[in-house]
């Protein structure tokens, strides 16, 4: 057992109870995996649950009538949305359910590295550090490395049960934060799910994510899908449940190469439910993370931000906020 203390302001140090457990994972597959959390109550005048996932598209794609982001097509085959039937969340149904907001008390992402790492892959959690303070435009903290909890270990199948995990690190929130993110090498699984990305509780303030499976710490590829995981799962700590509607970092995902094929930056539906919840500044946003991905040497990404920083200084002097709910 090792004693993880806290990094931030609030007195003593806690305790963390995981055990050591083995580390030598097997391989599964990673799918980005949302907890259930409370139904949104159909918002007035409209048949919500009722409606078809089409008709919920026609109302989402009337309110951003006037972007030019792209829609998420009709999904192929294995494809996450023609696997799970979600119906997607509406930007009104997202601030009615959304409880993790930003405030005083509550303005912090923790990191929490679990189990064993080599140097490459601490490197990039670093790195996940100083892309969440520009992401999420808040303060982040990375806590020391612990151990996984070895009670999560299921040896018959040689992964962790991150719903297992996520319960444990929920009793080691620290009250300021807006998110504990635990980042992992080991495989993972989550209910019926033979292996997983990441799995977020949109309740608990937790969220977890295996770089299992996602190729060569080092790499810009290696790099890239493990923002990519981490802004995804954090987004659903935020309450964000998954796009239908945009290509969008919240698009749920069922292979590697069907996340491979979404993009880093949030759809602009994400991006004011995001807002929404930390009330950030969109162009110092988008400013800040041009800097960090071109720091990070992801040039594709750092144009796009570049991009949505001259969008959201339209948006900000635009009298008519065409592009808001
Ligand atoms: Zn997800
Ligand atoms: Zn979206």
Redesign the pocket.
């Known amino acids: 057992m090792r004693e993880l203390r806290r990094t931030g302001h609030h007195g003593a140090g806690w305790r963390v109870v995981f055990g050591l457990a083995g580390l030598s994972a097997v391989v599964v597959l990673g799918l980005h995996v949302l907890e259930a959390a409370t139904p949104a109550a159909a918002p007035a005048g409209h048949r919500g649950a009722a409606l078809t996932p089409e008709g919920r598209k026609a109302i989402v794609y009337a309110q951003y009538v006037s972007t030019e982001w792209p829609k998420l097509g009709e999904p192929t085959v294995g494809e996450w949305l023609s696997i799970v039937a979600e119906p997607g969340q509406t930007y009104e149904e997202f601030v009615r359910t959304a409880r993790n907001l930003r405030s005083d008390q509550r303005h912090t992402i923790y990191l929490l590295p679990l189990g064993r790492m080599d140097e490459a892959t601490q490197k990039v959690v670093t790195q996940m550090g100083e892309f969440a303070q520009a992401y999420f435009d808040c303060r982040v903290k990375v806590f020391r490395a612990v151990e996984l909890p070895k009670a999560s270990y299921v040896h018959h199948r040689k992964q962790y049960n991150a719903v297992d995990v996520l319960a444990r690190m929920s009793r080691y929130v620290p009250d300021d934060a807006l998110a504990l993110v635990g980042v992992t090498t080991a495989d993972m699984y989550g209910g019926d799910l033979e292996f997983l990305f990441g799995l977020a509780s949109l309740r608990r303030r937790v969220a977890v994510i295996s770089l299992h499976r996602t190729g060569e710490a080092g790499t810009p590829e290696f790099l890239r899908r493990a923002l990519k995981s981490f802004a995804h799962e954090t987004g659903h700590v935020f309450g964000l449940r998954h796009?239908v509607?945009?290509s969008?970092c919240?698009n749920g995902s069922n292979s590697l190469a069907e996340s491979d094929g979404q993009p880093m930056h949030?759809?602009p539906?994400?991006h004011d439910k995001l807002r929404h919840a930390l009330a950030f500044d969109p162009a110092a946003r988008f400013e800040k993370l041009a800097a960090v991905y071109e720091d990070l040497g992801l040039e594709a990404e750092a144009r796009m931000a570049r991009e949505r920083f001259v969008w959201a200084r339209g948006l900000a002097g635009a009298t008519t906020k065409s592009e808001e709910p």
């Open positions: 796009c509607f945009y969008c919240m949030v759809c539906l994400c």
